[in-house]
């Protein structure tokens, strides 16, 4: 059975920083594209970053480009996001996703991690 769980997610005041991670279980995603999406109350889930295999080419949402980092460790199947810089209008539910389509959906999903960052 195929898994994402994310982890890392909590309180912090603007300007603070977080790290989510997202473990991957029941079968390798070495070889996929991982990413990140966030949903905030009252509005659709929407992309953040994402990651190719092999970890050299990222995407970023205009949003969080320069503050935000994604990164992947294959031999721990685990996907990270560094949040730096962090505004209130960032306070979402944050998903890792894994195995991108070429229609542009994602094949799994993971249960979401809450991120609130106060004023």
């Known amino acids: 059975q195929v898994q994402l769980v994310e982890s890392g997610g909590g309180l912090v005041q603007a300007g603070g920083s977080l790290r989510l991670s997202c473990a991957a279980s029941?079968?390798?995603?070495?070889?996929?594209?991982m990413g990140w999406f966030r949903q905030a109350p009252g509005k659709e889930r929407e992309f953040v970053a994402a990651?190719?295999?092999?970890?050299?080419?990222?995407y970023y949402a205009d949003s969080v480009k320069g503050r935000f980092t994604i990164s992947r460790d294959n031999a721990k199947n685990t996907v990270y996001l560094q949040m730096n810089s962090l505004k209130p209008e960032d306070t979402a539910v944050y998903f890792c996703?894994?195995?991108?389509?070429?229609?542009?959906?994602?094949?799994?999903w993971g249960q979401g991690t809450q991120v609130t960052v106060s004023s």
């Open positions: 990651i190719s295999w092999s970890g050299v080419n990222t």
């Open positions: 996703a894994a195995d991108k389509l070429e229609s542009g959906d994602w094949v799994y």
């Open positions: 029941g079968r390798t995603f070495s070889s996929t594209v």
